[in-house]
């Protein structure tokens, strides 16, 4: 089977199309490859593809009036972006920039419209994915201009343990490196700031820092530090240790 046929049809928009179904899509598709740092593509452009990540890492963000990064969301193999497309077009609004080298499908817009006249569950699909990126972007938005940065750092760390969190004797593993600059952007900071609160977090035992990668020792007391709802991705009951443990995750 076709690597790009096997990516989109364990996309959870696809996955109900027939074989038939998705092979047309593929053939309406092409790939194209970025470097590390390299834009998909820039506010401003027209909107008129969807793309689906097929191996890498992308950033979805801004630049505040100050010049600063304010992420909005990190893509990762096998989830869609630049669904602005769907609507018909009409310029992007935010930056689209490979974190890792990546490889992207990119999708007319018409097709998935197309797709959405003949499929309900497509449409539906594509609503919930629309309102879903939606709510995140509201939150994010919300935590930039009324949390403070250790509060904003503390925010990320929780959002990060979600999608990528890994349970170890230790805590969660956040499975993703990203730099102090990187978490600074994301959280509308500084480089120092971030460096100086992560020593805090770990001097007071709510988390440790091995080779480059976050372990939370302390989910649940940094989640009440904020008020952070817990998904049910991490169960209601702590393990021996008193913390949180991601459901499903190996040991």
């Known amino acids: 089977m076709d690597k790009n046929f096997w990516f989109l049809k364990n996309c959870d928009l696809f996955e109900r199309l027939s074989e038939d179904q998705i092979a047309q899509v593929e053939r309406n598709a092409s790939v194209k490859q970025f470097a590390r740092g390299n834009m ?9 593809s969807v793309y689906l990540l097929l191996n890498g890492r992308i950033k979805l ?8 990064q304010a992420l909005l969301a990190l893509i990762e193999p096998g ?4 669904e602005l497309a769907i609507l018909g077009g ?17 999708i007319p817009g018409v097709v998935i419209q197309d797709l959405m006249h003949q499929h309900p569950e497509v449409s539906l699909g594509v609503t919930k994915l629309m309102g879903l990126r939606r709510q ?12 403070s940065n250790r509060d904003r750092l503390t925010h990320l760390l929780l959002e990060l343990a979600e999608k990528y969190g890994r349970f170890t004797p230790e805590g969660v593993l956040i499975n993703i490196k990203l730099s102090h600059q990187e ?4 959280i509308g900071s500084t480089r120092e700031t971030v460096t100086v609160l992560l020593g805090e977090l770990q001097d007071e035992r709510s988390i440790d820092i091995q080779k480059r990668h976050i372990i939370l020792r302390k989910a649940r ?13 991490f169960q209601s009951k702590p393990d021996q240790s008193g913390e949180f443990v991601l459901r499903g995750a190996e040991a």
């Open 40 to 48: 998909v593509y820039l506010p401003t452009e027209t909107s008129d």
């Open 61 to 68: 963000y801004h630049i505040t009036g100050e010049g600063k």
């Open 79 to 82: 989830e869609l972006f630049g």
């Open 90 to 106: 009409g310029e992007r609004e935010e930056y689209a920039e490979a974190m890792l080298k990546s490889t992207i499908l990119r």
């Open 136 to 147: 995140r972007v509201e939150q994010r938005l919300k935590s930039l201009l009324f949390r």
């Open 183 to 186: 978490l600074a952007s994301i």
């Open 221 to 233: 007391y940094l989640a009440h530090s904020i008020d952070f709802k817990l998904t049910p991705a």
